[in-house]
């Protein structure tokens, strides 16, 4: 009973030894950063494992999702990637142009100002559902996957560049607008009913 348990302990410790002394003399060579599209990709049983990192970096696939990207200049201000997001971590707050502000790069009519177009990463579960439903392709996610900070802070990116006194001004102006319209609109219908009360 004890010199069976012995040759069994004997005989396991040589089994860890070996694969120890195995990969020690297999980590003379180093291996090859592939392609991901690489037949050999999983198939490399011998050298170093881990890469020279940063200055080596394992390469991620096409479809990879990363880091979420937003090119602000082809953003309608649509709220749909905010809607769609299931974790809330897209917060965007519009303002109404008094008229149409330009177009992005597929010829989409842009009528929204971006007052606030923030994304906490810390939040984001990589699904990429803003991707997709956004109609002019302006939020992506890119193939940078090392955004180690310090500060949980640094996590929140903020894309909008409107400054918060710029934000006020547009807003009045939209208001302005709006209550022109309205007065316009009540003077015309005084007008109206000046005239059919004049018929009768």
């Given at each position: 009973?004890?010199?069976?348990?012995?040759?069994?302990?004997?005989?396991?410790?040589?089994?860890?030894?070996?694969?120890?002394?195995?990969?020690?003399?297999?980590?003379?060579?180093?291996?090859?950063?592939?392609?991901?599209?690489?037949?050999?990709?999983?198939?490399?049983?011998?050298?170093?494992?881990?890469?020279?990192?940063?200055?080596?970096?394992?390469?991620?696939?096409?479809?990879?999702?990363?880091?979420?990207?937003?090119?602000?200049?082809?953003?309608?201000?649509?709220?749909?990637?905010?809607?769609?997001?299931?974790?809330?971590?897209?917060?965007?707050?519009?303002?109404?142009a008094?008229?149409?502000?330009?177009?992005?790069?597929?010829?989409?009519?842009?009528?929204?100002?971006?007052?606030?177009?923030?994304?906490?990463?810390?939040?984001?579960?990589?699904?990429?559902?803003?991707?997709?439903?956004?109609?002019?392709?302006?939020?992506?996610?890119?193939?940078?996957?090392?955004?180690?900070?310090?500060?949980?802070?640094?996590?929140?990116?903020k894309?909008?560049?409107?400054?918060?006194?710029?934000?006020?001004e547009?807003?009045?102006?939209?208001?302005?607008?709006?209550?022109?319209?309205?007065?316009?609109?009540?003077?015309?219908?005084?007008?109206?009913?000046?005239?059919?009360?004049?018929?009768?």
């Open positions: 009973m004890i010199l069976s348990k012995t040759i069994s302990a004997f005989t396991t410790a040589w089994q860890g030894l070996s694969l120890t002394l195995r990969h020690l003399f297999a980590a003379r060579k180093q291996r090859k950063v592939e392609n991901i599209k690489s037949a050999n990709y999983f198939q490399q049983q011998e050298g170093i494992v881990t890469i020279q990192y940063p200055h080596q970096k394992l390469p991620v696939p096409e479809v990879g999702r990363y880091q979420l990207d937003v090119e602000i200049d082809d953003c309608i201000v649509c709220d749909l990637c905010a809607k769609i997001c299931p974790v809330n971590c897209i917060d965007i707050e519009s303002i109404k008094t008229e149409a502000i330009g177009q992005t790069s597929d010829g989409t009519v842009k009528r929204l100002y971006a007052a606030k177009f923030d994304i906490d990463m810390s939040k984001c579960m990589y699904c990429g559902l803003c991707t997709v439903v956004c109609p002019t392709e302006c939020i992506t996610m890119n193939s940078d996957y090392d955004r180690s900070v310090t500060d949980p802070s640094e996590w929140l990116y894309y909008a560049d409107m400054a918060p006194e710029e934000a006020e547009k807003r009045k102006a939209f208001e302005k607008q709006q209550a022109e319209k309205q007065a316009a609109k009540e003077a015309a219908m005084q007008k109206m009913k000046e005239n059919n009360s004049g018929a009768i």
